[in-house]
T-cell receptor, first 110, second 115 residues
Framework: GIQVEQSPPDLILQEGANSTLRCNFS?????LQWFHQNPWGQLINLFY???GTKQNGRLSATTVATERYSLLYISSSQTTDSGVYFC????????????FGKGMKLTVNP | DAGVIQSPRHEVTEMGQEVTLRCKPI?????LFWYRQTMMRGLELLIY????????DSGMPEDRFSAKMPNASFSTLKIQPSEPRDSAVYFC?????????????FGPGTRLTVT
């Protein structure tokens, strides 16, 4: 099955810093989503981005489907950005299931 | 919209007991998914439905697990008998359809502890 790798696995930042999270996948996809799992365990949809670039406030994401990777940018990080970030993909022609990466734990210190 | 609704939010039960988790998808969504999150295996799909029909149950770990979707607004995931290794967070998600490009929206999850 498709492999989804996220990097870095963990990141510690000071408030105000910027960061880039990367998601590599091993096969063609027609669905890619970024999620933020907050400290209460809720999975929050950040982006639905099978290709192209989107921005939402301090967050933006870019997926280059032909090169099989996606990037999530967090600018001017805040303590509320802390949590685990997941990339999840669905393969073209495959099951409807989302295959998740292992996640990246972000800690933003005040 | 209220989003995907799951109940209970927390469940603590003893080994051997039956556990039933409930999910109400977002109104108008045709696809419903059950995922499980554990430290060892991360987030993985158990089963999904389209128009109330189970499409892929290959992720259901064993016969102790069963899922139903009697109508478009309700689904259950049942574990009978429960075992300590079933302890996990169970998420329900829904999406508008199976056209392949539809975003999945997750409920708050049910944290299950089997002692």
């Amino acid at each position: 099955g498709i492999q989804v790798e996220q990097s870095p696995p963990d990141l510690i930042l000071q408030e105000g810093a910027n960061s880039t999270l990367r998601c590599n996948f091993s096969d063609s996809v027609n669905n890619l989503q970024w999620f933020h799992q907050n400290p209460w365990g809720q999975l929050i949809n950040l982006f639905y981005i099978p290709s192209g670039t989107k921005q939402n406030g301090r967050l933006s994401a870019t997926t280059v489907a032909t090169e099989r990777y996606s990037l999530l940018y967090i600018s001017s990080s805040q303590t509320t950005d802390s949590g685990v970030y997941f990339c999840a993909v669905r393969t073209q022609g495959g099951s409807e299931k989302l295959v998740f990466g292992k996640g990246m734990k972000l800690t933003v210190n005040p | 919209d209220a989003g995907v609704i799951q109940s209970p939010r927390h469940e603590v039960t003893e080994m051997g007991q039956e556990v039933t988790l409930r999910c109400k998808p977002i109104s108008g969504h045709n696809s419903l998914f059950w995922y499980r999150q554990t430290m060892m295996r991360g987030l993985e799909l158990l089963i999904y439905f389209n128009n109330n029909v189970p499409i892929d149950d290959s992720g259901m770990p064993e016969d102790r697990f069963s899922a139903k979707m009697p109508n478009a607004s309700f689904s259950t995931l049942k574990i009978q008998p429960s075992e300590p290794r079933d302890s996990a967070v169970y998420f329900c998600a829904s999406s508008p359809g199976l056209a392949g490009g539809h975003e999945q929206y997750f409920g708050p999850g049910t944290r299950l502890t089997v002692t």
